[in-house]
């Protein structure tokens, strides 16, 4: 089955407390993205890698850090978590760039920082 | 700059009555326009797209939207809404290569 996972579902931390959130696509898609989802706000992008090695910000780069070794893989890290970082995040993938492509979207983490 | 407005965030509605879903954008260039649906607890899904062509677009779940350039309106509508169509809709718009926008939704309730 063609999908996009996450993990994990749901994380509550403390503040300064290191924490990866993993995402992988089968899909074999070049374009992958974490976004931000915030009552009010909707969804804004936090980084995104165009192919391996590839990386770049988004709209909220502040405070993250992201990784693209692999194709299928592309960990969101967040080296000292604050408050203002609790949130919904969702991982995406797509065939290449989002301008006319579908995107895939993960499950969501749920995160909170205490 | 709000790139996306979703003017309701949000609309009630009875079981079989219309729905319609409004956005609106911003841009003085070509756009791709996008409506995804998130059921609870689930990720966003594609319920159609524009990106030329005809104006009025068809999605899945009997959902259709209209892209209207002088109005810069991307509205989504249903004419029999179900029970299961509750969820929240985001209206999306592509202003780049990789310059996405998202409304910040609109979450449709539907009432027996």
């Known amino acids: 089955e063609a999908q996009v996972t996450q993990n994990p579902r749901y994380l509550i931390t403390v503040t300064g407390k290191k924490l990866t959130v993993t995402c992988s696509q089968n899909?074999?898609?070049?374009?992958m993205s974490w976004y931000r989802q915030d009552p009010g706000l909707g969804l804004r992008q936090i980084y995104y890698?165009?192919?391996?090695?590839?990386?770049d910000k988004g709209d909220v780069p502040e405070g993250y850090k992201v990784s693209r070794k692999e194709k299928r893989n592309f960990p969101l890290i967040l080296e000292s978590p604050s408050p203002n970082q609790t949130s919904l995040y969702f991982c995406a993938s797509s065939l290449s760039q989002p301008a006319y492509n579908e995107q895939f979207f993960g499950p969501g983490t749920r995160l909170t920082v205490l | 700059a709000q790139s996306v407005t979703q003017l309701d965030s949000q609309v009630p509605v009875f079981e079989e009555a219309p729905v319609e879903l409004r956005c609106n954008y911003s841009s003085s260039v070509s756009v791709y326009l996008f409506w995804y649906v998130q059921y609870p607890n689930q990720g966003l899904q594609l319920l159609l797209k524009?990106?030329?062509?005809?104006?009025l677009v068809k999605g899945i779940n009997g959902f259709e939207a209209e892209f209207n350039k002088s109005q810069t309106s991307f509205h989504l509508r249903k004419p029999s809404v179900h029970i299961s169509d509750t969820a929240e809709y985001f209206c999306a718009v592509t202003l780049g290569y990789n310059d996405m926008r998202f409304g910040a939704g609109t979450r449709l309730t539907v009432k027996p």
């Open positions: 524009y990106l030329s062509g005809s104006t």
């Open positions: 899909m074999n898609h070049e374009y």
């Open positions: 890698s165009m192919n391996v090695e590839v990386t």
